[in-house]
Structure formats: structure tokens, C-alpha cells
């Protein structure tokens, strides 16, 4: 049918969820949430590919797939750095032959103290946009080329609730996140005629290792408040969605932000 694929009655309700043999690029996937979609996305039978500034610890995580006779590797990469992501995409063509679903979940965040604008220092303020934004452009446009040859793709980007609840004290990083929101927008816009479809997701405050690392019990104890469902958040409450974005299921789903935050924010 050309670029626009196949039409909904031409796949069955489990070939739309099937994500058997997909090449999957999952940024930060060495630690936290992004490890936890490494791990689901491989045991769902995709292809996937664990790229990390920590390389030993994106090289653990796809071993530990490997040993149970799943389809990982682990790669080292600074989205930040052009020369990264470029091998981060070579890399993963010569080991599974194409990218069918790019997941632009590396971000800065946990290592940032919490503190007023006022008390921000510029570097560190262009240090956060150089991974949260920068980033996100370099990996999307290396990826683009394969998915226009094999006409069609999926891109998914992870926000933060952070930008409905305007949440104070790191305030570079909201200002990031509330930007993938219009990245996304506005490249769905451009991708639609290649049949790529480009969407994001604004998690709550999720109880990931890297985030418990970071927080006091306190914390994380009143991150329950507000919340339509009484109990913390966990990364496993997030897969659904992004495996939903990354199937053909949602083939016709572009530029939209999903927020799964227990309902906290509504919007």
C-alpha cells in the first residue's frame, strides 16, 4: 500500500500488539526506568538494543537478557554527542539490521539538586538541554532515514507530569520536558507523510532506583498525595503504554502525550 502501510482490517488484533522481532532503541537503558523497558521489550520477544552513558551498565543489562536466550545488546552513548549517537544507530544495524522503534527515554535529572532558578548555574542549565533536547533531535534524526526506507516507524519520548504540575526547584529540567512535548508535535507533523507515527509520555514521580537513590523517605512518601490511585508509581506501571505506542496497535495515534501519573494531573 505504499508508505501509509497496511490498513487496520489487514493485521489481526495480535498482530497489532505482536512485538516479535522489532529492533528497539531504548536511550538510558542501562539503569532505572529505561533498564525496566530494555528488560520487557526483549522478554515480549523484540530485538533491543540497551544504549547508555553508563556502558557497563547497559552491557549488564543486555547480558542478563542474553543468558535467558533473549535478543539484547548493551552500547555506550552520550545522546549529547553526534559521533555517539551515529554508532549507537551503526551498532545496532549491524547487529539486527534496521530500527523500528526509537525510545527517547535518556534524561538528565537525578544527579541535579533541587534548588531555586535563581541558584541555577548556566552551565548546568546548558548541560540539561544538551541532554534532554539536543539529545532528542540527534537520535531522531539518525534514525529517520531507516524508518522512512522501510515506510513506517515509531518514536517515543518521554516527558514528565512535571510539565502539568509546573513542579518547581529543578526548573531546567521541567523547562526540558515541557519541550519534548512540542518536539513531539511538531515532528509528527513532519513525519506523518513517511507513516512514522511520534508520540510522548509524562510519567509521575516513579519509585525507580535512581529516583529512590536521589529522594528522602519523606519524599517519596508524599508522592502518593494527590493521586487518584493510592500507591507509588513503579516503572512496570509504564510499559504498557510505551509497548501500546511502539505496536502497530497505534498506528494511528501521532503527536499525542499520554499521562500516566496515577491521576494526579488531568489534562
Not at 530494555?38 to 544504549?51: D, I, K, L, T
Not at 535563581?118 to 546548558?126: G, Y
Not at 539529545?135 to 507530569?161: E, W
Request: with cysteine; hydrophobic share 40%.
Amino acid at each position: 500500500m505504499g508508505p501509509q502501510g497496511a490498513k487496520p482490517g489487514d493485521l489481526s488484533a495480535t498482530e497489532r500488539f505482536d512485538l516479535h522481532g522489532q529492533v528497539v532503541i531504548v536511550t538510558g537503558g542501562g539503569k532505572g526506568i529505561g533498564r525496566v523497558y530494555v528488560q520487557e521489550f526483549a522478554r515480549a520477544g523484540a530485538h533491543v538494543v540497551a544504549a547508555d552513558i553508563d556502558g557497563a551498565a547497559a552491557q549488564e543489562a543486555a547480558s542478563e537478557l542474553s543468558a535467558e536466550g533473549r535478543q539484547a545488546i548493551g552500547l555506550t552513548a552520550d545522546i549529547s554527542n553526534p559521533a555517539d549517537v551515529q554508532a549507537m544507530v551503526r551498532s545496532t544495524v549491524e547487529a539486527f539490521g534496521s530500527v523500528d522503534v526509537l525510545i527517547n527515554n535518556a534524561s538528565l535529572m537525578s544527579v541535579l539538586p533541587r534548588r531555586g532558578f535563581m541558584e541555577i548555574p548556566v552551565e548546568e542549565w546548558d548541560q540539561v538541554m544538551a541532554v534532554n533536547l539536543r539529545g532528542l533531535l540527534l537520535c531522531c534524526q539518525a534514525v529517520t532515514p531507516l524508518m522512512r526506507a522501510r515506510g513506517r516507524g515509531k518514536i517515543i519520548n518521554i516527558s514528565s507530569s512535571r510539565v502539568w504540575e509546573g513542579t518547581p526547584f529543578r526548573l531546567h529540567y521541567t523547562t526540558s520536558k515541557a519541550g519534548v512535548v512540542g518536539f513531539t508535535r511538531a515532528l509528527a507533523r513532519e513525519l506523518g507523510p513517511d507513516n512514522i507515527q511520534v508520540n510522548a509520555v509524562t510519567p509521575g514521580a516513579t519509585l525507580s532506583e535512581t529516583q529512590v537513590a536521589s529522594s528522602s523517605g519523606n519524599y517519596l512518601a508524599a508522592l502518593v498525595d494527590g493521586r487518584s490511585l493510592q500507591r507509588p508509581q513503579y516503572p512496570q506501571d509504564l510499559v504498557g503504554t510505551v509497548m501500546f505506542l511502539a505496536s502497530r496497535a497505534s498506528d494511528f495515534i501521532t503527536g499525542q502525550t499520554i499521562n500516566v501519573d496515577g491521576g494526579r494531573a488531568m489534562h
